[in-house]
């Protein structure tokens, strides 16, 4: 009996060493396979890779301060203000003096009107883009101006000289002569989208090195829509406060890249600013070093959209003096005596319909495609006049009036 007894026991016995053993031995194996070591699964030859995803400078600094603060202080240093003075001369006005009777009674003693002289001072903002001190502004800050003084964002004051001068588009460039100057850099204004962030710089109100954030809140906004008939741009509008003094100053991407020109905010609106775009002011600041001016091309003609609409509640009005046809395109209100277009026959109520085989269906559309063109290039015009069509040549002049096209 006890050697069946002792058997099983070592049986037993045996079959609990075997499972530890082979216990161990899995857990030894499992713990030899590290992740790094580890086959792909099947099917995947090349397993995938991790790749960092390169940060803007704007976007590393966030961990110690925000992306506006990164950026103003890559372009800060270059932001200028703008100090002018204007002597304006004017007469006094006395309805006495200009009375013939009391001149007659009074002779050569009637006292004579005195000019009287008074001095106008304007602030504005500019953005330093070449070491040589070439400084970039608004037309409308430093036009007229008998001086111009440039402060510097360390403390430095200079003189400024003014290159040149572009009413149309609203731009100036300003001459500075001075050591160590700070540039800013000049983004790409064709890459920006609405809803990028926009950063506002400049001395609004005169209160120097002020910042303000928002995005862009839409492209390609027309001046005419903005109110400014007399220009011809196609402006970045921002909901980043701009305020008069602002005029001038950069407005920013978040890389810290000048991507416009502050210039225009309207009375009535509430948190809307425009900027003219810094390819459009790259290409204007060009022209202005080379020749002090900008040569505009146009046609000599006021004009507005004309929509089907619009021409049926014309037609429709019984004291209307003229019958428009019920299509798209740019009715003529006026041609200018001695223009362009008066000299190739075009007359008020024509509607202009093509330019070079283009069509042409929006006033702001028309100017955009004279504006591209050359001074004393021939465009051909395809126009409506009552029923009939009709193709014209126009050689384009150079522009002197910028409220016309």
């Known amino acids: 009996m006890r050697v069946p007894q ?17 216990g161990v031995a899995f857990t030894f194996a499992s713990l030899k396979v590290s992740p790094s070591q580890a086959e792909p699964a099947p099917g995947y030859d090349n397993p995938p890779q991790i790749v960092a995803q390169r940060q803007s400078p704007a976007t590393m600094a966030v961990g110690n301060s925000s992306f506006v603060t990164a950026a103003v202080n890559r372009v800060g240093p270059a932001v200028v203000r703008i100090d002018t003075e204007r002597t304006v001369t004017r007469r006094t006005t006395d309805p006495f003096m200009d009375d013939p009777f009391f001149r007659r009674f ?10 009287s002289q008074r001095q106008l001072r ?7 883009f070449d070491r040589s001190g070439l400084v970039l502004t608004n037309a409308h800050v430093v036009d007229k101006a008998d001086r111009v003084t440039v402060r510097l964002k360390d403390g430095r004051t200079v003189d400024g000289k003014v290159q040149g001068v572009d009413e149309v588009t609203d731009l100036a460039v300003v001459k500075i002569n001075a050591r160590d100057l700070p540039v800013a850099p000049l983004g790409n204004s064709g890459k920006v989208q609405v809803g990028d962030w926009a950063i506002a710089v400049g001395n609004p ?4 090195n002020t ?21 011809r741009l196609d402006f970045i509008q921002t909901d980043a406060a701009i305020n008069p003094g602002n005029s001038g100053g950069p407005l920013v991407n978040d890389r810290g890249e000048v991507i416009g020109i502050n210039t225009a905010i309207r009375a009535d609106a509430m948190g809307i600013g425009f900027a003219i775009p810094i390819d459009k002011a790259k290409d204007i600041a060009s022209q202005l070093q080379r020749n002090g001016k900008v040569a505009h091309p146009y046609l000599g003609v006021q004009m507005v959209t004309l929509t089907p609409d619009l021409a049926k509640q014309n037609n429709s009005d019984p004291n209307s003096s003229i019958i428009l046809p019920e299509i798209d395109g740019v ?3 006026r041609v200018l005596t001695n223009s362009p277009a008066a000299s190739s026959g075009m007359r008020r ?7 070079d085989g283009k069509a042409i269906k929006t006033a702001e559309q028309l100017q955009n495609t004279v504006e591209n063109s050359r001074v004393g290039q021939n465009l051909q015009l395809k126009i409506q006049r009552g029923r009939q069509t009709q193709q014209l040549s126009i050689r384009t002049g150079e522009l002197q009036n910028a409220s016309l096209n």
Do not use: C, N, W, Y
């Open 205 to 208: 109100l005169g209160f120097d």
């Open 6 to 22: 002792i058997r099983r026991s070592l049986r037993q016995v045996t079959t609990h060493v075997i499972a530890i053993v082979l």
């Open 122 to 128: 304007g602030l504005g903002s500019g953005v330093i």
């Open 211 to 231: 910042v303000t954030l928002g995005i862009v809140s839409t492209l390609k906004r027309p001046s005419s829509q903005v109110g400014i008939s007399d220009k």
């Open 106 to 115: 009074f002779g050569d003693s009637f006292p004579q009107q005195q000019p």
């Open 331 to 333: 009715l003529v209100m």
């Open 349 to 355: 109520g024509d509607v202009i319909l093509e330019i």
